[in-house]
């Protein structure tokens, strides 16, 4: 018989070879990055999660060092006649057909033999059978060492050169010897192993899934095991020298026999041959029961092999046999493995911890190179499994595994307690069963993973209890998959007896059989470019960590080529056709607008005034209802999936409890975000009221088309239907100033025309709002710039619904543009905290920010709080004039001297922390001031923006390595005593001063 599998070319190899080196660097990438302190969650969690990965790692090299060398040995012309003896074995209840079939397939092999059977239970219909077709009948009254013990005792009363270890159910074809006999030409060749396939595996999902398992090993695994020397002898299909045999007593004895005996004749220095061609075809386990006893059978056997005879041989092994006798058992521990990825995300969802503090798009970055290498080197590896069928995902194969985790488990108890396990055939039979003991662990995951689902998400509704919910659902998919597999046979008696169903269900079969070609065709293509694909997933992934994104808010800074006619059209010919009344006045207004710009740049207009009785300066704000407030934008959780911490309700109850203890009343948020449930029941919880503000797109997101500023209005007006309800929101808003941004990208008569057209928007909506809840104030927020005053006048008039608008005050400077003599309501929307130092002020104010943000592309120095959630000085004043109770800050200011010198990249620079003390500036390294010093490496955008950052330091000095491009870097020192932080945030170079 011809073998139909070819060796890999060279071709073929290199580019297999180099997929496994670019799988290894994705694999490095992947673990370096999960080891770094900055992504460490909650330990406990973070550990048992590294360990998982780590077990997978292992598994996945292992595979690979499987794959290096794939060989197909030559067919060979027999030249030699041997004496041949095929050994079956017959155990009580196994059904007579199966036995009766083999036998007849066994007598027609073309190759002289002589065939036995091994009866242990010496049975007279069988004995009559094999007289019949000219058969051995052998028993035996003394049954020791179960399968091995059989054997052995038909060597002894048989006598051929070569033996045959068929199991029963195991059928060969009449050619069965042929490709194996000549290998025995050589006198090192101790057995010849060939493939274990089978026909019955399209009866259940159990089968299928049991016969999947094998498709990978038979395949390149073992024929890469030709070139290690570590070929496994299977329990059947084995054809053994007898002298190899006997140099070791026989067959090896253990619930692993076949391991068992491989690994004694490799010990004895006895070579070996994989034949990968499909010359039997047996039954693989129909049945949960089945599949679970032959599991609990090996596991528990090749880990007592481990903890036994690898111990005793291990010297006589050569040191690939070492590598493949050690780590073949550690398969099984795979049951711990799952049961730590079944707990890790209960536990989660339970207690509110996490194991990793990284944001989601970070992850899929470090980990997609990793994950595709792994696929795509299975599929172009498939190109030397046995058959087609056996190529693609083996996903049943994948999910009966997961749902063995128990077995393993129970067979490395039973080895480390000593606990024997009986050695049983596995049933071959396929009958109805009663599987409830079978599924109980999985069931009991099952309920544990629902109850987690429910108490996560009823406790905290955020990304990340979504994210580990999915997890977990995932989990109760495999458990799910479980119970139905093991019930497919009550499944398909109920469809024998509804005609209906069968029907549907038969013609769900012919949509499978035209899935399965188109897939086996997309499979074929897949193969053929794996090694560019692997490269183009992997250049991919490597631009994507080195580009930011682009973030809303930079889209300003960025915008639009102010000359590019075609985008400045087709704003105006969208809107063109809706009403225009009014533009004449509104160009009127707007040439108001400009001179009133120009001559605002010029003019310092003060709102600070002197109270008449405590002579303090004292901030003018004019909206009565905003009046009382006294406010933070709280914005974590802005961009949840960029976060690199999670954001549990816990953490939002905490801050706003500090919040509160800040003499704050009031929050800011920006929605809808998937927090906004839980910042309600916490708000409500501590008493503030909500700000609820809406982020307007900015001109560069519509001004070629206005489908996504229509889209935004919808999903403002459906957040307003849905939450209009809550007690604690006070008032609605609408922020970023995209009015004055669009002069950014017209000029002239086309800016008017633009104008009028977003504010035709702009009322439409407002009036909508309005509509939907008239009872609460809406206000729009503009930036104090010389624009202000105009551009307040412009859209009062044109959209009076506006209650009053929310001025964004930058720094100190910007606060000239807003005027005591502003007649139209306003407040202070996002106000910078150093803007307001030394002014009092009792209300009518948004801070900036409650705490710095670091995300995955983006960093904040703004808040109130640090990163970390320190507090910063601007805090403890802030409370301190709000009549909050913040503990006191008494921390002296710093600065960064940089070195004079030129910042050339490479060159390690001395940069020192100065401490403001005893009236002037001292050097920190020189002071003795308990202060704990942390410098971070900031890397910024093209318009400054933080992107990221790295701790490079942690003292009073720090030398840093000028990277290339340093303007685009900045240096921020932070110092701290206990809860309290003071920083300073500088450019790497010393400025020419003129």
Not at 698 to 721: M, R, V
């Amino acid at each position: 018989m011809n073998n139909t599998i070819k060796p890999p070319s060279k071709r073929q190899l290199f580019y297999l070879r180099l997929m496994i080196i670019i799988g290894l660097l994705c694999m490095f990438f992947f673990i370096h990055s999960l080891l770094r302190q900055s992504v460490i969650g909650y330990r406990p969690l973070y550990w048992l999660l590294i360990s998982t990965f780590v077990y997978t790692f292992f598994k996945v090299i292992y595979e690979w060092y499987h794959y290096w060398s794939i060989s197909v040995p030559p067919a060979l012309p027999i030249t030699k006649q041997y004496t041949v003896d095929i050994f079956t074995t017959f155990c009580a209840g196994e059904p007579y057909e199966m036995i009766v079939e083999t036998l007849t397939a066994i007598q027609a092999i073309h190759y002289p033999h002589e065939t036995f059977l091994c009866d242990e239970a010496d049975d007279p219909y069988l004995k009559s059978v094999c007289k019949e077709l000219g058969v051995h009948h052998i028993t035996r009254t003394k049954k020791i060492n179960a399968k091995a013990g059989n054997i052995n005792n038909a060597l002894a009363q048989s006598s051929g050169e070569l033996c045959v270890i068929l199991d029963p159910d195991h059928i060969p074809v009449p050619e069965f010897l042929d490709p194996i006999i000549a290998h025995f030409d050589n006198p090192e060749i101790g057995y010849v192993q060939i493939v274990q396939a089978y026909y019955n595996h399209d009866i259940g999902w159990i089968a299928k899934g049991a016969a999947q398992q094998t498709y990978q090993f038979y395949g390149p695994m073992m024929m890469c095991m030709n070139s290690y020397g570590t070929v496994q002898a299977i329990g059947a299909n084995c054809t053994f020298r007898r002298t190899a045999l006997e140099s070791i007593g026989g067959h090896a004895a253990g619930l692993a026999e076949d391991m068992h005996t491989a690994m004694q004749l490799h010990a004895r220095n006895w070579k070996s041959v994989y034949v990968p061609a499909v010359l039997t075809r047996g039954l693989v386990p129909a049945t949960l029961s089945a599949y679970y006893k032959q599991q609990l059978k090996w596991s528990r056997g090749v880990f007592e092999l481990l903890v036994t005879s690898y111990v005793k041989l291990f010297r006589k092994f050569n040191w690939r046999q070492k590598l493949h006798y050690g780590l073949l058992p550690l398969f099984y521990l795979s049951g711990f493995v799952f049961l730590i990825n079944f707990s890790i995300p209960v536990i989660s969802l339970f207690t509110d911890a996490f194991p990793l503090r990284m944001d989601f798009s970070e992850f899929l970055v470090i980990s997609v190179p990793f994950i595709t290498s792994v696929v795509l080197i299975r599929h172009f590896v498939q190109q030397w499994v046995m058959e087609d069928n056996e190529r693609g995902f083996h996903v049943v194969g994948g999910l009966l595994l997961i749902g063995t985790w128990w077995v393993f488990i129970l067979g490395f108890v039973y080895t480390i307690i000593r606990k024997n396990v009986p050695y049983i055939a596995t049933p071959k039979d396929i009958k109805d069963e009663k599987n409830l003991k079978n599924n109980l662990p999985n069931i009991v995951v099952l309920a544990v993973s629902i109850a987690a689902i429910i108490y996560g998400l009823y406790n905290d509704w955020n990304p990340y209890t979504l994210f580990m919910s999915g997890i977990v659902g995932l989990n109760c998919m495999f458990m799910i998959f479980m119970l139905i597999a093991s019930s497919e046979l009550k499944f398909q008696a109920y469809l024998d007896k509804h005609a209906t169903l069968f029907t549907v269900v038969s013609k769900i079969q012919h949509v499978k059989i035209f899935f399965w070609l188109l897939r086996r065709k997309i499979y074929f293509g897949v193969r053929k470019v794996s090694l560019i694909l692997s490269i183009l997933v992997v250049g991919i992934c490597i631009y994507a960590s080195q580009e930011s994104d682009e973030d809303a808010n930079f889209n300003v800074a960025r915008g639009f080529d102010a000359n590019n006619d075609n985008s400045k059209k087709s704003f105006a010919e969208f809107i063109s056709s809706s009403d225009t009344t009014g533009l004449s006045q509104l160009i009127r207004q707007s040439r108001l607008y400009n001179s009133t710009s120009r001559a605002s740049s010029d003019t310092s207009i003060n709102i600070i005034e002197q109270d008449p009785v405590t002579g303090q300066k004292r901030l003018s704000v004019n909206p009565p209802f905003f009046s009382s407030v006294k406010g933070v934008i709280y914005s974590k959780g802005n961009y949840w999936y960029k976060n690199i911490a999670p954001l549990t309700k816990k953490m939002i109850v905490n801050d706003f409890e500090d919040i509160r203890k800040a003499g704050i009343n009031t929050i800011k948020i920006y929605g809808p975000n998937i927090y906004d449930h839980s910042i309600f029941e916490a708000a409500a919880q501590k008493g503030l009221k909500i700000n609820y503000s809406f982020w307007v797109p900015a001109p560069s997101s519509f001004i070629n088309d206005t489908t996504y500023l229509h889209e935004q209005f919808n999903i403002i007006l459906n957040t307003i239907n849905k939450n209009k309800s809550n007690p604690n929101i006070s008032a609605w808003n609408l922020g970023n100033s995209t009015y004055q941004q669009l002069s950014q990208f017209y000029h002239g008569p086309q800016l008017y025309q633009a104008q009028q057209h977003y504010i035709n928007l702009l009322k439409r909506l407002v009036n909508e709002i309005k509509h939907e809840d008239p009872t609460r104030p809406l206000t729009i927020d503009l930036l104090s710039s010389p624009t202000l005053n105009p551009a307040m006048q412009i859209l009062k008039e044109q959209i009076p619904a506006i209650d009053a608008f929310g001025v964004i005050v930058d720094n100190k400077q910007s606060l000239k543009y807003v005027s005591l003599d502003f007649k139209i309501p306003y407040f202070f929307s996002c106000t910078d905290p150093g803007a307001l130092e030394g002014v009092q002020h009792s209300g009518g104010i948004f801070y900036a920010n409650w705490q710095d943000q670091q995300s995955g592309t983006a960093v904040t120095f703004d808040g109130l709080k640090d990163v970390w959630g320190r507090n910063k000085r601007y805090l403890y004043k802030i409370s301190k004039n709000w009549n909050g109770n913040t503990p006191i800050y008494n921390l002296p200011d710093i600065k960064i001297l940089k070195p004079a010198l030129t910042t050339t990249p490479g060159a390690s620079l001395r940069y020192n922390a100065l401490v403001f003390s005893y009236g002037h500036w001292n050097i920190a390294a020189y002071l003795k001031t308990g202060l704990k010093f942390e410098w971070y490496l900031v890397k910024t955008d093209n318009w400054g923006n933080a992107t990221g950052m790295k701790k490079v330091g942690s003292s009073p000095d720090v030398y840093v390595t000028i990277p290339k491009n340093d303007d685009r870097y900045r240096l921020y020192l932070v110092a701290t005593d206990g809860d309290n932080v003071t920083v300073d945030y500088a450019t790497l170079n010393t400025p020419f001063q003129n």
